[in-house]
């Protein structure tokens, strides 16, 4: 089991800049890829980013590509988002995920969830 709770969200300007961050629980968190996962109002939940189990391999959506980095500490079992040039497209409400598999961008194949971190970009 492995319970996800972020931090970071908030209101900012268009081209500012924000850090989300994800805890886990227990002490199998370096054993899981990590995701970061958004939605907005109506729309389907879409890939962000994702690392995997040691922070050596990342993916990220085209979309944020060269805005945002993903990273992980696996001493302080958390993983961070790190949001820059935000834009008003990227207001969604923000969830980080784990999958004890590869770091893949289909959010079903990701087991555990947090309760998300809403951020909103306003122009």
């Known amino acids: 089991q492995v319970q996800l709770v972020e931090s970071g969200g908030g209101l900012v300007q268009a081209g500012g800049s924000l850090r989300l961050s994800c805890a886990a629980s227990?002490?199998?968190?370096?054993?899981?890829?990590m995701g970061w996962f958004r939605q907005a109002p109506e729309k389907e939940r879409e890939f962000v980013a994702a690392?995997?189990?040691?922070?050596?391999?990342?993916y990220y959506a085209d979309s944020v590509k060269g805005r945002f980095t993903i990273s992980r500490d696996n001493a302080k079992n958390t993983v961070y988002l790190q949001m820059s040039s935000l834009k008003p497209e990227d207001t969604a409400l923000y969830y980080c995920?784990?999958?004890?598999?590869?770091?893949?961008?289909?959010?079903?194949?990701?087991?555990?969830w947090g309760q998300g971190t809403q951020v909103t970009v306003s122009s």
């Open positions: 227990g002490r199998t968190f370096s054993t899981y890829s």
């Open positions: 995920a784990a999958t004890s598999g590869f770091a893949v961008t289909d959010f079903r194949r990701y087991t555990y």
């Open positions: 690392v995997s189990w040691v922070g050596s391999s990342t």
